[in-house]
């Protein structure tokens, strides 16, 4: 079990909650603006497959009464009308009534999958709600669960879970009827309208002002905006305060809007109120990860491990980050991979070898890996819909075969994937399957950017995305001049530099291309702080190629600003990893001349 407050490794201090979480809350209208501030505009989608629920201090008597509770078929409904007859009360995840059905055991995988989102152990809750489900599918709520959950399945498998619920909606009461239409445009769709979601639940919060779901679901999708982020975690922690998955968020947002210490306090509370979590350990382990400390992300990744087999994945980049044997890797992913669905595992395990063998400078493996993941997301026809299952392994092709050289077959390979664009099921924002993270495989076609770019941007700013991730993606990431780059730093781009915590976002790592960008145009003290954040980071086998391109990149610019001991050992790490490469690195090539020029050592 946990103890009341966690207690931190030697090399980061646990200390009690301080002001910045435990003071309350200014108050914070139905849109999620904190009265006396100025109005922002929404904020995007934060985790889908990570938390969007609920639960800082205690259980907060605010707003109008709650209703009387009227019957739905057999199952009681959370009223939005108030009545003079009820004391006001907030409806957490635990109050929630069972929904109808005449399978005992479908009832209780339903009521423990609930449980466990309050615990914040998001892979668990769903497979909870998908043997509910399969015991009973005519269950509405846990199909509508399925889908709002959505961790281990594709789009298209969501929006088929979400039609099932909308057949079956007759059993839905007022408030999960509210619930339904709410995500309808962000997860039933095949090009996600998260401005839609965002009024939708807006106006099912209004009508059920003191139920946590719908505010954290706010939260979730404001997890980046440093104004609404925070005030909507701590208004839905009034509700509950013993709600991980509100902790969670709360963190997160702290964090991405530039306080990592408070957001470490608040992810540690996090774990400490629920001995069930899981999730609250692997955004502990991605903030020590993003500041560099790997032995900290160990014991984060496995206390996640020791919840959810997840979590394996986690442990297994921290170990190579260590430098731990890479059998001790393979054998780590194994077991996460054990933890997936029967049928995303040879996809999973293709990619997995696919990145290790880039780490290792095994290029020809890594490509063959690649084919096979191909062939394995080719075999499911839902899955080769969607930008999410096809669009990742074909850019780190694109990538792999730029690093040998084969400029040719790098542009076909992203034409193949542009070629498909508009036939593709699109992810909500911030997901792999978001069109912001392809923009540079465009610019590797041979495609010009924009007007598509410039159109997209301006959807982003309108719906108030975290500016430093829209200007990554679409004008750092597919910057590869000098030209280019001075556009993206000087021009007519909308600068937002990274500042180190946007791992937070989910996916992000916005340190290697920032500096790249600066190197590229020549700019090498102000690529340095960049380069070294990306450098130290513990994300190497997630983001192997960036990661080791990095350490070239931060080379260049110490050779550059004077500091010829700290190029020359930059210049030796990408050696270390692709100095003996097959076939040949581009980068290992210009690292050896850059070591050459220095006459470093060996």
């Known amino acids: 079990?946990?103890?009341?407050?966690?207690?931190?490794?030697?090399?980061?201090?646990?200390?009690?909650?301080?002001?910045?979480?435990?003071?309350?809350?200014?108050?914070?209208?139905?849109?999620?603006?904190?009265?006396?501030?100025?109005?922002?505009?929404?904020?995007?989608?934060?985790?889908?497959?990570?938390?969007?629920?609920?639960?800082?201090?205690?259980?907060?008597?605010?707003?109008?009464?709650?209703?009387?509770?009227?019957?739905?078929?057999?199952?009681?409904?959370?009223?939005?009308?108030?009545?003079?007859?009820?004391?006001?009360?907030?409806?957490?995840?635990?109050?929630?009534?069972?929904?109808?059905?005449?399978?005992?055991?479908?009832?209780?995988?339903?009521?423990?999958?609930?449980?466990?989102?309050?615990?914040?152990?998001?892979?668990?809750?769903?497979?909870?709600?998908?043997?509910?489900?399969?015991?009973?599918?005519?269950?509405?709520?846990?199909?509508?669960?399925?889908?709002?959950?959505?961790?281990?399945?594709?789009?298209?498998?969501?929006?088929?879970?979400?039609?099932?619920?909308?057949?079956?909606?007759?059993?839905?009461?007022?408030?999960?009827?509210?619930?339904?239409?709410?995500?309808?445009?962000?997860?039933?769709?095949?090009?996600?309208?998260?401005?839609?979601?965002?009024?939708?639940?807006?106006?099912?919060?209004?009508?059920?002002?003191?139920?946590?779901?719908?505010?954290?679901?706010?939260?979730?999708?404001?997890?980046?905006?440093?104004?609404?982020?925070?005030?909507?975690?701590?208004?839905?922690?009034?509700?509950?305060?013993?709600?991980?998955?509100?902790?969670?968020?709360?963190?997160?947002?702290?964090?991405?809007?530039?306080?990592?210490?408070?957001?470490?306090?608040?992810?540690?509370?996090?774990?400490?109120?629920?001995?069930?979590?899981?999730?609250?350990?692997?955004?502990?382990?991605?903030?020590?990860?993003?500041?560099g400390r790997c032995a900290d992300m160990e014991q984060d990744a496995r206390r996640e491990a020791d919840s959810d087999g997840a979590g394996n994945f986690a442990l297994a980049t921290a170990f190579l980050a260590l430098g731990r044997p890479e059998a001790l890797v393979r054998e780590t992913l194994g077991r996460g991979l054990a933890s997936e669905p029967v049928e995303a595992r040879p996809t999973r395990q293709a990619m997995e070898e696919a990145r290790l063998a880039i780490v290792a400078g095994r290029f020809d493996a890594a490509l063959a890996r690649l084919t096979e993941a191909s062939q394995a997301t080719a075999a499911d026809p839902l899955t080769t819909r969607e930008l999410s299952s096809y669009g990742p392994m074909l850019a780190l092709r694109v990538d792999v075969l730029r690093e040998t050289g084969v400029e040719p077959g790098a542009r076909a390979t992203a034409r193949g994937l542009t070629d498909r664009l508009d036939l593709l099921t699109r992810g909500v924002h911030g997901s792999i399957g978001d069109m912001g993270n392809y923009w540079w495989v465009v610019r590797a076609a041979g495609l010009p950017l924009d007007p598509g770019r410039r159109e997209w941007t301006d959807a982003q700013a309108r719906s108030g995305r975290l500016a430093v991730i829209t200007w990554t993606q679409a004008w750092a990431l597919p910057a590869t001049t000098k030209d280019e780059a001075l556009a993206a730093l000087d021009g007519d781009a909308s600068v937002a530099l990274p500042r180190g915590g946007e791992w937070m976002k989910w996916r992000f790592d916005g340190d290697a291309a920032t500096g790249h960008v600066f190197a590229l145009a020549e700019r090498y003290e102000e690529a340095v702080p960049f380069l070294r954040r990306a450098v130290d980071n513990c994300f190497l086998r997630e983001h192997p190629i960036a990661h080791v391109r990095a350490s070239q990149d931060l080379g260049l610019a110490l050779e550059h600003t004077g500091d010829a001991t700290g190029a020359c050992e930059a210049y030796r790490k990408v050696v270390s990893h692709w100095g003996h490469a097959t076939p040949r690195s581009i980068t290992a090539e210009a690292a050896r001349q850059g070591m050459k020029r220095l006459a470093c050592a060996p």
């Not at 008597?61 to 009308?81: F, H, K, N, T």
């Not at 088929?160 to 007759?170: C, D, S």
């Not at 639940?201 to 719908?214: G, I, S, V, Y």
């Open 1 to 291: 079990a946990l103890p009341a407050v966690k207690v931190s490794t030697a090399s980061r201090t646990s200390t009690a909650l301080g002001a910045t979480i435990s003071a309350p809350p200014p108050p914070v209208s139905a849109s999620g603006t904190p009265q006396g501030t100025p109005a922002a505009p929404a904020r995007g989608a934060g985790r889908r497959g990570a938390a969007i629920w609920t639960g800082v201090a205690a259980v907060a008597v605010v707003g109008a009464l709650l209703a009387a509770r009227s019957v739905s078929r057999d199952r009681p409904q959370v009223a939005p009308a108030p009545s003079s007859s009820a004391a006001p009360r907030a409806i957490t995840l635990g109050d929630l009534p069972p929904p109808p059905s005449t399978v005992p055991q479908a009832r209780a995988e339903y009521a423990a999958g609930l449980q466990l989102l309050r615990d914040d152990s998001y892979l668990r809750a769903s497979r909870h709600f998908e043997k509910a489900a399969e015991l009973d599918p005519t269950m509405a709520q846990a199909h509508l669960r399925i889908a709002t959950m959505g961790t281990s399945l594709g789009g298209e498998r969501i929006r088929a879970e979400l039609e099932k619920a909308i057949e079956l909606r007759g059993q839905l009461d007022e408030r999960d009827r509210a619930l339904l239409d709410a995500i309808e445009p962000s997860l039933g769709r095949t090009t996600p309208d998260d401005a839609l979601e965002l009024a939708r639940l807006r106006a099912a919060h209004e009508r059920f002002p003191l139920d946590e779901e719908f505010l954290m679901h706010l939260a979730g999708l404001s997890v980046d905006d440093p104004v609404r982020g925070p005030a909507l975690a701590r208004q839905a922690l009034e509700l509950d305060p013993k709600d991980a998955a509100s902790w969670e968020f709360l963190g997160r947002s702290l964090a991405l809007a530039g306080d990592p210490v408070e957001g470490r306090r608040a992810l540690e509370h996090c774990a400490a109120v629920s001995e069930e979590s899981s999730d609250c350990y692997i955004w502990l382990a991605k903030l020590d990860a993003s500041a």
